[in-house]
Nanobody, 126 residues
Framework: QVQLVESGGGLVQAGGSLRLSCAAS????????MGWFRQAPGKERVFVAA??????????YYADSVKGRFTISRDNAKNTVYLQMNSLKSEDTAVYYC?????????????????WGQGTQVTVSS
């Protein structure tokens, strides 16, 4: 029903920046909470950031590990959510996944999200 496609991943040097994009389908995109998760090799997938839908005021939420460095935003007219990543560290290396909830309230829990993209690789060299 809802398809998500991530883009913008790649190789970047430590201290550099990268912006990820997630294009979504659906007529009610603006109502959906959107999240970013990441999974490093051999590790479980963890929460990175989320933005609430319009019914929840578009509030932002970040994992402690990325606060002050990453910024999540959305453009509802384009059905797109972004993750601006600054001051990248080697620890940020992972596959980054975009996810959507069918409600407006944001969540840091993987199980609360209904739709997932295929992921995009981010590699930070040190």
């Amino acid at each position: 029903q809802v398809q998500l496609v991530e883009s913008g991943g790649g190789l970047v040097q430590a201290g550099g920046s990268l912006r990820l994009s997630c294009a979504a389908s659906g007529r009610t995109f603006s109502r959906y909470a959107m999240g970013w998760f990441r999974q490093a090799p051999g590790k479980e997938r963890v929460f990175v950031a989320a933005v609430a839908g319009t019914w929840s005021g578009g509030r932002l939420y970040y994992a402690d590990s990325v606060k002050g460095r990453f910024t999540i935003s959305r453009d509802n007219a384009k059905n797109t959510v972004y993750l601006q990543m600054n001051s990248l560290k080697s620890e940020d290396t992972a596959v980054y996944y975009c996810a959507a909830r069918s409600v407006s309230g944001y969540s840091a829990y993987e199980a609360d999200y209904d739709y997932w993209g295929q992921g995009t690789q981010v590699t930070v060299s040190s």
